[in-house]
DNA sequence: AATTGCTTGTGACTCTGGTCACGTCAATTT
DNA sequence: AAATTGACGTGACCAGAGTCACAAGCAATT
């Protein structure tokens, strides 16, 4: 499907280009939908394109040598994933997976690439994107290092609600990913994920609202849960 | 202590450039040598400069909510860290730690940032840098995702055995972290770690050479336990 | 309305890995 | 040489997480 310069600027990472260069990258990006569990991006393969989200959610998963999955990061619409592409010509490390029915924008990686090295402010914005990852799966692997899993459970909820929501006292979570998904976020298994949701939704922390609605209702003890300063 | 360009050139990432830029960039680079134990770059700080690891070992070190240390990565001479100042102005996530008596080379962030900005060749060298520390994340999240741990600490060992002598029956890793530093790497006690090298040395699968040596007799043995196809 | 498929919920059992409390050993300092 | 320090080694105990098995709830489809 066809994809217009408006549709691009969407983005938070394309938002900043000149109206010229998005009408020069629009012919080059094709809009999909993907359904739930479906593959987005391949492991292993050199892909010649970027993915941006424009709704859904996405998580990229790795396998061990023995078949498991690891989760390792969730992907909030505005963002995109298969970066890697635009640095060098190494395959894809993870699988990225529609986690919820998502539609993406694939953006073909040379015109991408070329825009990248002839804007230094592209570049910039790029680089610092990629930065952020970095800064991002820190965090998320210093998440596995607690060793009380409540703990875990609650940093990634909190990690889960959109930072703009993060002061208040509440928050919720729009299509929350499922216990399966969590676990392998945070290496425990998904009935212990379920238990801690238990334990959290008995003390009315929490709250399910349908199918695609967390309530966060008391953020402040989500906060204290993680922190360790309370046990469940 | 002063640093010559020749000094600089030694490393990967800046050998590439031309000799002239090595002159420019050698007046804001310094050579410091750190103890074992000596925090090399500091978490929360915005650090004003890039570390380029001349010998000796560093460890990146994440730190939980409840003081609990993570490791997060190795860094081998050749290599550097800190490079996420090159990219934006937010702190370093990590602490970065001598794991043996390193020497190492800071060079100042802004001058290299030019150098960076101007030459897309560099840029592209940095940027490649960075998705393979990306890579490299996500490899060792990967590890942490095998259930049963000796097959993680027989995988930890593979990946510190150097790229050049995987192919081989036998290698060795030199300067080998101790117990405790492989423990926080993989989400495990020392004890562990102790108790899985115990199996590995008792099936003459490693050995101990002198304190700064470890020897991998039977390679091809570790990649079994690491792959699950044999248990310790 | 019935079926199917996926997610969530829950109990019981097992067993691994953390923790604690030591002891040993080698290297370095005093 | 004695003392100190830090890394490694080892046993015993037990909380807690994984696993298995199954039930229940909910959506989408037939």
Same mark, same amino acid.
């Given at each position: 499907?066809?994809?217009?310069?408006?549709?691009?600027?969407?983005?938070?990472?394309?938002?900043?280009?000149?109206?010229?260069?998005?009408?020069?990258?629009?012919?080059?990006?094709?809009?999909?939908?993907?359904?739930?569990?479906?593959?987005?991006?391949?492991?292993?393969?050199?892909?010649? %394109? +970027?993915?941006?989200?424009? #709704?859904? =959610?996405?998580?990229?998963?790795?396998?061990? /040598? !023995?078949? $498991?999955?690891? *989760?390792?990061?969730?992907?909030?619409?505005?963002?995109?994933?298969?970066?890697?592409?635009?640095?060098?010509?190494?395959?894809?490390?993870?699988?990225?997976?529609?986690?919820?029915?998502?539609?993406?924008?694939?953006?073909?990686?040379?015109?991408?690439?070329?825009?990248?090295?002839?804007?230094?402010?592209?570049?910039?914005?790029?680089?610092?994107?990629?930065?952020? %990852? +970095?800064?991002?799966?820190? #965090?998320? =692997?210093?998440?596995?290092?607690?060793?009380? /899993? !409540?703990? $875990?459970?609650? *940093?990634?909820?909190?990690?889960?609600?959109?930072?703009?929501?993060?002061?208040?006292?509440?928050?919720?979570?729009?299509?929350?990913?499922?216990?399966?998904?969590?676990?392998?976020?945070?290496?425990?298994?998904?009935?212990?994920?379920?238990?801690?949701?238990?334990?959290?939704?008995?003390?009315?922390?929490?709250?399910r609202d349908g199918p695609g609605r967390l309530v966060i209702?008391?953020?402040?003890?989500?906060?204290?849960?993680?922190?360790?300063?309370?046990?469940?």
């Amino acid at each position: 499907m066809q994809v217009t310069p408006e549709l691009l600027s969407r983005f938070t990472l394309l938002k900043p280009l000149p109206r010229q260069v998005l009408e020069g990258l629009a012919p080059h990006a094709s809009l999909v939908r993907h359904a739930r569990r479906e593959v987005v991006v391949r492991a292993g393969v050199r892909e010649d %394109r +970027v993915c941006f989200l424009f #709704e859904g =959610r996405l998580q990229g998963v790795g396998h061990t /040598i !023995d078949g $498991r999955e690891v *989760g390792l990061y969730f992907i909030e619409p505005g963002d995109f994933c298969g970066e890697l592409a635009l640095f060098d010509d190494n395959p894809q490390p993870e699988f990225v997976i529609a986690t919820a029915a998502a539609t993406v924008v694939f953006l073909a990686r040379n015109p991408l690439r070329e825009v990248m090295l002839n804007s230094s402010s592209v570049s910039n914005i790029v680089g610092r994107k990629l930065a952020e %990852r +970095v800064r991002q799966m820190t #965090e998320q =692997r210093t998440l596995l290092g607690l060793s009380n /899993i !409540d703990q $875990r459970v609650c *940093g990634q909820l909190y990690l889960l609600i959109k930072g703009g929501q993060r002061q208040g006292e509440s928050g919720e979570i729009v299509n929350p990913p499922t216990h399966q998904e969590i676990a392998i976020m945070l290496n425990i298994s998904r009935e212990r994920v379920t238990r801690a949701f238990q334990a959290l939704q008995s003390r009315r922390i929490v709250r399910r609202d349908g199918p695609g609605r967390l309530v966060i209702i008391d953020l402040n003890s989500l906060r204290r849960f993680a922190r360790g300063e309370e046990e469940l």
